[in-house]
């Protein structure tokens, strides 16, 4: 991370903690919500729902893409199956030359 963007972020959770205590009277952790996904995700939800200002609104979507990892559910590959043989048939070897062909 440049030092700009750590900069803008820096300001962001500023303005972010001191939005929510003006808005909602409540206090944000800022090292929680940026070192653990789960009380992030929590806050930021709970915040999200109890907020009436839009701006406020805005930040915690800013925040929540900045914060929480996007979780893209792992792909699972799946071998191929072995070709079976069909049943019944087996390898056969060409004659055409005799058995002293070899």
Same mark, same amino acid.
């Given at each position: 991370?440049?030092?700009?963007k750590?900069?803008?972020?820096?300001?962001?959770?500023?303005?972010?903690?001191?939005q %929510?205590?003006?808005?909602?009277?409540e206090?944000?952790?800022?090292?929680?919500?940026?070192?653990?996904?789960?009380?992030?995700?929590?806050?930021?939800?709970?915040?999200?729902?109890?907020?009436?200002?839009?701006?406020l609104?805005?930040? %915690?979507?800013?925040?929540?893409?900045?914060?929480?990892?996007?979780?893209?559910p792992?792909?699972?590959?799946?071998?191929?199956?072995?070709?079976?043989?069909?049943?019944?048939?087996?390898?056969?070897?060409?004659?055409?030359?005799?058995?002293?062909a070899?």
């Open positions: 991370m440049t030092m700009e750590k900069l803008e972020m820096a300001q962001l959770l500023a303005r972010f903690k001191l %929510v205590k003006r808005s909602l009277g206090s944000v952790d800022l090292e929680s919500l940026v070192r653990n996904p789960a009380y992030a995700r929590q806050r930021l939800a709970e915040i999200e729902e109890a907020a009436d200002d839009e701006s609104l805005v930040m %915690v979507l800013r925040l929540r893409d900045h914060v929480l990892p996007v979780e893209v792992p792909v699972v590959v799946m071998p191929d199956p072995p070709a079976a043989a069909e049943p019944g048939r087996q390898e056969t070897r060409n004659y055409l030359m005799g058995a002293r070899w």
